[in-house]
């Protein structure tokens, strides 16, 4: 079984501009998480979606949106960057994200905001 | 407020010596722990819940709710538990999101 897929593993922007990161859960996998780790705050919630609805959301400006489409595939939007946006982003996924259930998580990608 | 505590940035020990990685929470449900592990150059993954009461790789952590705790413990460290170790809680409520700490990172020396 493949695991989880986050594309692109690194990515340079400059400030003002914006990027779209992409998630592909393992299959049969609903319900996509997504993170922001950095050195200084660890991992964050950013959001999470089960079949296409955000359910969860966490406490980050509104720069920052996703979607999740029909086949669970999810992606992140972050507009107007700012250097302090610079971090790696993780995508994890699980069957339902009901409960203890085990989170997968994906190799993340690396954005440095310029 | 929900909150992780993991007092050690960094934890050094020698293989053989047992080793404790602490985790402190602030949580006014009742509480739903793990801890998961990112070796170098690897992928976060789970390491264990509090639910299962399981011992892997020689871990172990028990939940003291009377001092909001939960410890990861290994009585004989290895050289390849070396990693970062990060606590996480599971809040309630609509759908479920995990809170984690800022991780530990364990160094097990030869």
């Known amino acids: 079984k493949a695991g989880v897929t986050q594309t692109p593993r690194y990515l340079i922007k400059t400030r003002g501009q914006q990027v779209t990161l992409s998630c592909s859960p393992i299959?049969?996998?609903?319900?996509v998480s997504w993170y922001q780790q950095t050195p200084g705050q660890g991992l964050q919630f950013l959001f999470e979606?089960?079949?296409?609805?955000?359910?969860n959301k966490g406490n980050f400006p509104g720069r920052f949106s996703g979607r999740q489409f029909s086949n669970s595939r999810s992606e992140m939007n972050v507009s107007t960057l700012e250097l302090g946006d610079s971090a790696l982003y993780l995508c994890?996924?699980?069957?339902?994200?009901?409960?203890?259930?085990?989170?997968?998580f994906g190799s993340g990608t690396q954005l440095s905001v310029l | 407020a929900q909150r992780v505590t993991q007092p050690e940035k960094l934890l050094s020990v020698f293989k053989g010596a047992p080793v404790e990685l602490k985790c402190n929470y602030s949580?006014?449900?009742?509480?739903?722990l793990f801890w998961y592990v990112q070796y170098s150059r690897q992928r976060l993954q789970l390491l264990l819940r509090?639910?299962s009461r399981e011992s892997i790789k020689g871990f172990t952590a028990d939940l003291n709710k009377g001092e909001t705790s939960f410890h990861l413990k290994k009585p004989f460290a290895q050289e390849e538990d070396s990693a970062m170790y990060y606590c996480?809680?599971?809040?309630?409520?609509?759908?479920?999101?995990?809170?984690f700490g800022k991780g530990t990172k364990l160094t097990v020396n030869p």
């Open positions: 994890a996924s699980s069957v339902t994200g009901q409960g203890a259930e085990k989170l997968f």
């Open positions: 299959s049969g996998h609903r319900s």
């Open positions: 979606y089960f079949s296409e609805t955000q359910r």
């Open positions: 949580y006014s449900g009742s509480p739903e």
């Open positions: 509090h639910i």
């Open positions: 996480a809680l599971l809040l309630h409520g609509g759908s479920e999101k995990l809170v």
